[in-house]
Nanobody, 126 residues
Framework: QVQLAESGGGSVQAGGSLALSCAGS?????????MAWFRHAPGKERGAVAA????????YYANSGKGRFTTSQGDGKISATLQMHDLKREDTAMYYC??????????????????WGQGTQVKISS
């Protein structure tokens, strides 16, 4: 069983930056994972932001994450970071880290991911 924990959320003004981290622990039976970031804003469905495949560092971005967000692999076997720049009020959401011992080809589908963190809140004010 893998446990994921996000950190780095908070409140910033529009135009600012935040960096989120996801650290995994527990029994990691797979060598490589797809590490993805999702976000869930009030009144909206949970949607994908970005993903990275740890078996090569290949990155993928949903429309919501293109241009201003960058994901990268963290220090651990199951870890990732999400750098967010030029944040906007519409980026306000709970951000979740997810992991799946597979490629990231279907990273926008929440049901593809077995392991989820508890989420970290990001609030952008004008």
């Amino acid at each position: 069983q893998v446990q994921l924990a996000e950190s780095g959320g908070g409140s910033v003004q529009a135009g600012g930056s935040l960096a989120l981290s996801c650290a995994g622990s527990g029994h990691t039976y797979s060598t490589y994972y797809c590490m993805a970031w999702f976000r869930h804003a009030p009144g909206k469905e949970r949607g994908a932001v970005a993903a990275i495949y740890t078996g090569g560092g290949y990155t993928y971005y949903a429309n919501s994450g293109k241009g201003r967000f960058t994901t990268s692999q963290g220090d651990g076997k199951i870890s990732a970071t999400l750098q967010m720049h030029d944040l906007k009020r519409e980026d306000t959401a709970m951000y979740y880290c997810a992991a799946e011992p597979n490629y990231c080809g279907l990273f926008t589908r929440t049901w593809e991911f077995v392991y989820w963190g508890q989420g970290t809140q990001v609030k952008i004010s004008s």
